[in-house]
């Protein structure tokens, strides 16, 4: 079966450091990934995704994620946080033949000034 | 163009009842899926819809739990004699198609409250 772990409940960081949050997956096949973000009150936006084109993957609001199949990992990362990027961030893996998504349990982002 | 949406957006209701939760999808997406996010199982997945069809109810937490779809569109969950348990926000999302890899549409969720 599938899984998600995203490491770390919550992260903090000061406005224009580096955002790195992490993700590891298991599956038994190459895996669809994705990240998503949920804004307070708000449904879940998508970032990005893999889906095997490039193992380095650029999405909105200047994130990116590398996928790198000996780690198992799918590291979410944006170079410059803004006060603009705190939020709960989701990390999801989808088996190719499967749409459904099962979720890592979040890791809540805080940007302090 | 309009989004998935979803109603009531809040929803308080007493131990023992039934409730509907409703979901609108993104007009043409085929596909249709129901998550549950709790704060003790986090995001969790319930059910998928291709067109009016749900082939597998085994994300459904208990029989309590049914859902149905009609005209490829509007999609309904209902959960019979509510329990505490149950509170939760339930989100709903779409895709064009049910194929891995592609993007699902998420909706802003019903918070339920059971009292």
């Known amino acids: 079966a599938q899984s998600v772990t995203q490491l770390g409940s919550h992260v903090s960081v000061s406005e224009g450091a580096l955002v790195l949050l992490r993700c590891n997956y298991s599956?038994?096949?190459?895996?669809?990934l994705f990240w998503y973000v949920q804004y307070p009150n708000q449904g879940l936006q998508l970032l990005l995704k893999?889906?095997?084109?490039?193992?380095l993957v650029k999405g909105i609001n200047g994130f990116e994620a590398e996928f790198k199949k000996s780690e198992t990992s799918f590291h979410l990362t944006k170079p410059s946080a803004h006060m603009s990027d705190a939020a709960e961030y989701f990390c999801?893996?989808?088996?190719?033949?499967?749409?459904?998504?099962?979720f890592g349990k979040g890791t809540m982002l805080l940007v302090s000034p | 163009g309009a989004g998935v949406s979803q109603s009531p957006s809040n929803k308080v209701t007493e131990k023992g009842k039934d409730v509907e939760l409703r979901c609108d999808p993104i007009?043409?997406?085929?596909?249709l899926y129901w998550y549950r996010q709790s704060l003790g199982q986090g995001l969790e997945f319930l059910i998928y819809?291709?067109?009016?069809?749900?082939?597998?109810k085994s994300g459904l937490p208990s029989d309590r739990f049914s859902a149905e779809r009609t005209g490829g569109s509007v999609s309904t969950l209902t959960i019979q004699r509510t329990q505490q348990e149950d509170s939760a926000v339930y989100l709903c999302?779409?895709?064009?198609?049910?194929?891995?890899?592609?993007?699902?549409?998420f909706g802003p969720g019903t918070r339920l409250t059971v009292l």
């Open positions: 999302a779409s895709s064009l198609v049910l194929v891995a890899g592609v993007e699902q549409f």
């Open positions: 599956s038994s096949v190459p895996p669809y």
């Open positions: 893999y889906t095997s084109a490039a193992t």
């Open positions: 999801a893996v989808s088996d190719t033949g499967y749409s459904t998504l099962t």
């Open positions: 007009s043409g997406h085929t596909a």
């Open positions: 819809f291709q067109g009016n069809s749900a082939p597998d």
